[in-house]
């Protein structure tokens, strides 16, 4: 019954913004972790950002540290991604998931999918 949905994706010029949104109902552990996964093409899928629902513990993959900001609103069960001065190597489908427990970075560590948001920088 959990659900998770991201949105926000759209085509960009290089160095500039976007803000995805990511909802998850249906979560009753006492705590959990949400995170963003990208992919592109042929690629296989990154850990981008996680968060942590109750401490609010962050983790960044290291190239977007400095460009990209993973944020909560408790009160909306909705995570965000701020992702500034974009590049085309950002280009991907990125993916919001959920999973119960603390902080990871692998995909297979994840229960609850999204079914992604399209991001497309253009040089």
């Known amino acids: 019954q959990v659900q998770v949905a991201e949105s926000g994706g759209g085509l960009v010029q290089a160095g500039e913004s976007l803000r995805l949104t990511c909802t998850a109902s249906?979560?009753?552990?006492?705590?959990?972790?949400l995170a963003w996964f990208r992919q592109a093409p042929g690629k296989e899928r990154e850990g981008v950002s996680c968060?942590?629902?109750?401490?609010?513990?962050?983790w960044y993959t290291g190239s977007v540290k400095g460009r990209f900001t993973i944020s909560r609103d408790k009160a909306k069960n909705t995570v965000y991604l701020q992702m500034s001065g974009l590049k085309p190597e950002d280009t991907a489908m990125y993916y919001c998931?959920?999973?119960?427990?603390?902080?990871?970075?692998?995909?297979?560590?994840?229960?609850?999918w999204g079914q992604g948001t399209q991001v497309t920088v253009s040089s």
């Open positions: 249906g979560l009753t552990a006492d705590d959990y972790a």
């Open positions: 968060i942590d629902w109750i401490g609010g513990s962050t």
């Open positions: 998931a959920a999973r119960i427990g603390g902080l990871r970075s692998g995909p297979d560590d994840y229960s609850f």
